[in-house]
Protein backbone atom coordinates (compact mmCIF):
# COMPACT_ATOMS: atom_id res chain seq x y z
CA UNK A 1 0.00 0.00 0.00
CA UNK A 2 2.87 2.13 0.10
CA UNK A 3 3.96 2.07 -2.66
CA UNK A 4 0.08 2.96 -3.62
CA UNK A 5 0.06 5.96 -1.99
CA UNK A 6 3.11 7.29 -3.31
CA UNK A 7 2.17 7.12 -6.81
CA UNK A 8 -1.14 8.01 -7.14
CA UNK A 9 -3.94 8.36 -4.56
CA UNK A 10 -6.52 7.17 -6.57
CA UNK A 11 -5.15 3.65 -6.21
CA UNK A 12 -5.59 3.95 -2.91
CA UNK A 13 -9.54 3.36 -3.33
CA UNK A 14 -7.85 -0.23 -3.70
CA UNK A 15 -7.98 -0.50 0.46
CA UNK A 16 -12.15 -0.24 0.18
CA UNK A 17 -11.88 -3.75 -2.03
CA UNK A 18 -10.98 -6.14 0.87
CA UNK A 19 -13.37 -4.24 2.84
CA UNK A 20 -16.17 -4.46 0.55
CA UNK A 21 -15.79 -7.98 -0.16
CA UNK A 22 -15.37 -8.99 3.65
CA UNK A 23 -19.03 -7.22 3.94
CA UNK A 24 -20.29 -8.92 0.28
CA UNK A 25 -19.00 -12.28 1.99
CA UNK A 26 -21.16 -11.60 5.47
CA UNK A 27 -24.53 -11.26 3.83
CA UNK A 28 -27.31 -13.82 3.34
CA UNK A 29 -27.55 -14.71 -0.24
CA UNK A 30 -30.56 -15.88 -2.17
CA UNK A 31 -31.83 -19.07 -3.64
CA UNK A 32 -31.62 -18.37 -7.51
CA UNK A 33 -32.87 -21.06 -9.62
CA UNK A 34 -30.71 -20.10 -13.24
CA UNK A 35 -27.62 -19.27 -11.16
CA UNK A 36 -24.71 -22.20 -11.61
CA UNK A 37 -21.10 -20.15 -11.24
CA UNK A 38 -18.34 -21.02 -13.28
CA UNK A 39 -15.80 -19.41 -10.94
CA UNK A 40 -16.46 -20.11 -7.40
CA UNK A 41 -15.09 -17.18 -4.87
CA UNK A 42 -11.73 -18.58 -4.01
CA UNK A 43 -11.02 -18.53 -7.95
CA UNK A 44 -12.31 -15.06 -8.47
CA UNK A 45 -10.08 -13.64 -5.27
CA UNK A 46 -7.13 -15.45 -6.37
CA UNK A 47 -7.45 -14.59 -10.20
CA UNK A 48 -8.46 -10.90 -9.75
CA UNK A 49 -6.38 -10.13 -7.17
CA UNK A 50 -3.12 -11.70 -9.55
CA UNK A 51 -4.69 -9.19 -12.30
CA UNK A 52 -5.17 -5.68 -10.02
CA UNK A 53 -1.44 -6.32 -8.93
CA UNK A 54 0.10 -6.62 -11.95
CA UNK A 55 -1.73 -3.75 -13.12
CA UNK A 56 -0.48 -1.75 -9.88
CA UNK A 57 3.16 -2.86 -10.40
CA UNK A 58 3.02 -2.14 -13.98
CA UNK A 59 1.38 1.22 -13.72
CA UNK A 60 3.92 2.14 -11.21
CA UNK A 61 7.01 1.34 -13.40
CA UNK A 62 5.88 3.13 -16.15
CA UNK A 63 4.78 6.46 -13.71
CA UNK A 64 7.43 8.68 -16.38
CA UNK A 65 4.93 8.16 -18.82
CA UNK A 66 2.00 9.45 -18.52
CA UNK A 67 0.37 8.25 -21.45
CA UNK A 68 1.10 4.47 -20.58
CA UNK A 69 0.53 4.86 -17.18
CA UNK A 70 -2.98 6.33 -17.19
CA UNK A 71 -4.34 3.76 -20.06
CA UNK A 72 -3.16 0.94 -17.50
CA UNK A 73 -4.38 2.26 -14.79
CA UNK A 74 -7.50 2.93 -16.21
CA UNK A 75 -7.69 -0.90 -17.58
CA UNK A 76 -6.62 -1.85 -13.77
CA UNK A 77 -9.65 -0.21 -12.27
CA UNK A 78 -11.82 -1.26 -15.09
CA UNK A 79 -10.90 -5.28 -13.64
CA UNK A 80 -11.58 -3.98 -10.00
CA UNK A 81 -14.92 -3.14 -11.68
CA UNK A 82 -15.57 -6.73 -13.12
CA UNK A 83 -13.75 -8.02 -10.15
CA UNK A 84 -16.44 -6.55 -7.68
CA UNK A 85 -19.57 -7.69 -9.99
CA UNK A 86 -18.49 -11.25 -10.39
CA UNK A 87 -18.21 -11.23 -6.14
CA UNK A 88 -21.31 -9.37 -5.92
CA UNK A 89 -22.93 -11.89 -7.82
CA UNK A 90 -21.28 -15.14 -6.26
CA UNK A 91 -22.76 -13.59 -2.43
CA UNK A 92 -25.81 -12.45 -3.65
CA UNK A 93 -27.10 -15.36 -5.48
CA UNK A 94 -26.65 -19.58 -4.18
CA UNK A 95 -27.62 -22.13 -7.16
CA UNK A 96 -31.37 -23.39 -5.96
CA UNK A 97 -30.65 -27.25 -6.28
CA UNK A 98 -30.80 -28.57 -2.91
CA UNK A 99 -33.93 -30.42 -3.94
CA UNK A 100 -32.16 -31.98 -6.72
CA UNK A 101 -29.46 -33.15 -4.70
CA UNK A 102 -31.46 -34.41 -2.07
CA UNK A 103 -33.82 -36.78 -4.36
CA UNK A 104 -30.58 -37.58 -6.23
CA UNK A 105 -28.64 -39.11 -2.74
CA UNK A 106 -31.91 -40.83 -2.04
CA UNK A 107 -31.79 -42.69 -5.16
CA UNK A 108 -28.22 -43.22 -4.94
CA UNK A 109 -27.90 -44.66 -1.75
CA UNK A 110 -31.46 -46.60 -1.36
CA UNK A 111 -31.25 -50.30 -1.50
CA UNK A 112 -34.70 -50.31 -3.08
CA UNK A 113 -35.40 -47.75 -5.72
CA UNK A 114 -39.12 -47.11 -5.39
CA UNK A 115 -40.73 -45.43 -8.75
CA UNK A 116 -42.10 -42.66 -6.36
CA UNK A 117 -38.41 -41.65 -6.06
CA UNK A 118 -38.69 -40.69 -9.69
CA UNK A 119 -41.54 -39.41 -9.62
CA UNK A 120 -40.12 -36.93 -7.12
CA UNK A 121 -36.92 -36.26 -9.51
CA UNK A 122 -39.31 -35.20 -12.23
CA UNK A 123 -41.39 -33.02 -10.33
CA UNK A 124 -37.99 -31.27 -8.56
CA UNK A 125 -36.77 -31.55 -12.17
CA UNK A 126 -37.64 -27.29 -13.07
CA UNK A 127 -34.49 -25.74 -13.99
CA UNK A 128 -31.17 -27.27 -16.16
CA UNK A 129 -29.24 -26.82 -13.12
CA UNK A 130 -31.07 -29.47 -11.23
CA UNK A 131 -31.69 -31.71 -14.59
CA UNK A 132 -27.99 -32.10 -14.83
CA UNK A 133 -27.57 -33.20 -11.30
CA UNK A 134 -30.48 -35.87 -11.39
CA UNK A 135 -29.53 -36.74 -15.38
CA UNK A 136 -25.95 -38.23 -13.74
CA UNK A 137 -28.07 -40.03 -11.24
CA UNK A 138 -29.93 -41.18 -13.72
CA UNK A 139 -27.53 -42.77 -15.75
CA UNK A 140 -26.01 -44.91 -13.50
CA UNK A 141 -29.32 -46.34 -12.24
CA UNK A 142 -31.56 -46.65 -15.32
CA UNK A 143 -29.98 -49.23 -17.34
CA UNK A 144 -30.37 -52.22 -14.62
CA UNK A 145 -33.73 -51.50 -13.75
CA UNK A 146 -35.05 -51.24 -17.30
CA UNK A 147 -33.87 -53.98 -18.19
CA UNK A 148 -35.35 -55.84 -15.95
CA UNK A 149 -38.89 -54.40 -16.68
CA UNK A 150 -39.08 -54.38 -20.24
CA UNK A 151 -40.15 -57.75 -21.12
CA UNK A 152 -43.08 -56.95 -19.00
CA UNK A 153 -46.68 -57.24 -20.40
CA UNK A 154 -48.56 -54.00 -20.33
CA UNK A 155 -50.16 -54.14 -17.17
CA UNK A 156 -48.22 -55.31 -15.11
CA UNK A 157 -46.30 -53.79 -12.49
CA UNK A 158 -43.33 -53.84 -13.39
CA UNK A 159 -44.02 -52.65 -16.91
CA UNK A 160 -46.10 -49.44 -15.02
CA UNK A 161 -42.34 -48.89 -13.63
CA UNK A 162 -41.04 -49.25 -17.08
CA UNK A 163 -43.38 -45.97 -18.10
CA UNK A 164 -42.56 -43.82 -15.09
CA UNK A 165 -38.50 -44.44 -15.06
CA UNK A 166 -38.73 -43.32 -19.09
CA UNK A 167 -41.23 -40.56 -18.63
CA UNK A 168 -38.60 -39.80 -15.76
CA UNK A 169 -35.84 -39.75 -17.93
CA UNK A 170 -37.55 -37.75 -20.84
CA UNK A 171 -39.05 -35.47 -17.93
CA UNK A 172 -35.21 -34.45 -16.69
CA UNK A 173 -33.60 -34.06 -20.02
CA UNK A 174 -36.01 -31.77 -21.46
CA UNK A 175 -33.76 -28.78 -21.90
CA UNK A 176 -31.68 -26.79 -24.31
CA UNK A 177 -27.78 -26.90 -23.55
CA UNK A 178 -26.01 -23.92 -23.15
CA UNK A 179 -22.54 -22.82 -23.14
CA UNK A 180 -20.47 -21.30 -20.39
CA UNK A 181 -20.41 -17.17 -20.31
CA UNK A 182 -17.28 -15.79 -18.56
CA UNK A 183 -18.62 -12.18 -18.09
CA UNK A 184 -21.64 -13.99 -16.27
CA UNK A 185 -19.23 -16.15 -14.94
CA UNK A 186 -22.12 -18.58 -15.67
CA UNK A 187 -21.45 -22.40 -15.98
CA UNK A 188 -22.25 -24.72 -19.20
CA UNK A 189 -25.30 -27.00 -18.63
CA UNK A 190 -25.01 -29.89 -21.16
CA UNK A 191 -26.33 -33.05 -21.19
CA UNK A 192 -23.80 -35.85 -19.62
CA UNK A 193 -22.66 -38.50 -22.18
CA UNK A 194 -25.52 -41.05 -22.40
CA UNK A 195 -23.94 -44.60 -21.46
CA UNK A 196 -23.87 -46.80 -24.29
CA UNK A 197 -26.02 -49.69 -22.69
CA UNK A 198 -28.74 -46.89 -21.82
CA UNK A 199 -28.51 -45.38 -25.46
CA UNK A 200 -28.72 -48.93 -26.60
CA UNK A 201 -31.87 -49.67 -25.00
CA UNK A 202 -33.34 -46.44 -25.57
CA UNK A 203 -32.85 -47.20 -29.43
CA UNK A 204 -35.42 -50.48 -28.76
CA UNK A 205 -37.87 -48.84 -26.83
CA UNK A 206 -38.75 -46.35 -29.49
CA UNK A 207 -40.46 -49.11 -31.48
CA UNK A 208 -41.94 -50.53 -28.27
CA UNK A 209 -45.55 -52.17 -28.76
CA UNK A 210 -46.84 -49.29 -25.54
CA UNK A 211 -47.00 -45.81 -27.13
CA UNK A 212 -46.32 -44.15 -24.06
CA UNK A 213 -42.99 -45.68 -23.51
CA UNK A 214 -42.33 -45.48 -27.25
CA UNK A 215 -42.80 -41.82 -26.99
CA UNK A 216 -41.16 -40.67 -23.94
CA UNK A 217 -37.84 -43.33 -25.73
CA UNK A 218 -38.23 -40.82 -28.77
CA UNK A 219 -38.45 -37.85 -26.74
CA UNK A 220 -35.36 -38.88 -25.02
CA UNK A 221 -33.62 -39.71 -27.90
CA UNK A 222 -34.29 -36.30 -29.63
CA UNK A 223 -33.10 -34.31 -26.54
CA UNK A 224 -29.59 -36.23 -26.60
CA UNK A 225 -29.55 -34.94 -29.84
CA UNK A 226 -29.29 -38.74 -31.20
CA UNK A 227 -28.72 -39.22 -35.00
CA UNK A 228 -29.33 -42.29 -36.84
CA UNK A 229 -25.76 -42.23 -37.83
CA UNK A 230 -25.48 -42.71 -33.79
CA UNK A 231 -27.99 -45.72 -34.15
CA UNK A 232 -25.97 -47.52 -36.95
CA UNK A 233 -22.90 -47.17 -35.38
CA UNK A 234 -24.38 -48.66 -32.17
CA UNK A 235 -25.90 -51.45 -34.83
CA UNK A 236 -22.55 -52.26 -35.96
CA UNK A 237 -20.84 -52.29 -32.74
Known sequence: MTLVARYDPAWQALTFFPMASIF?????????DKYSPYYRLP???LISGVAVFTMMAVAAYFYSRRWVYVSISILGFVMIGFATYVMNQLTRYVPDTLPAEAVAWLLESSSWQH????KKAGRVATTPQRKVILLKTLHRLLSPLIASRRRRQPGQPEHKELQIFIACLAQVSHFEDTKRCIPENTAAMKHPALPDDLRDQLRDLRVSDDIYVREAAEAV????SLTEDDEKHVDKA
Open 43 to 45: GVT
Open 24 to 32: AVARTPEKY
Open 115 to 118: PELF
Open 221 to 224: WRQY
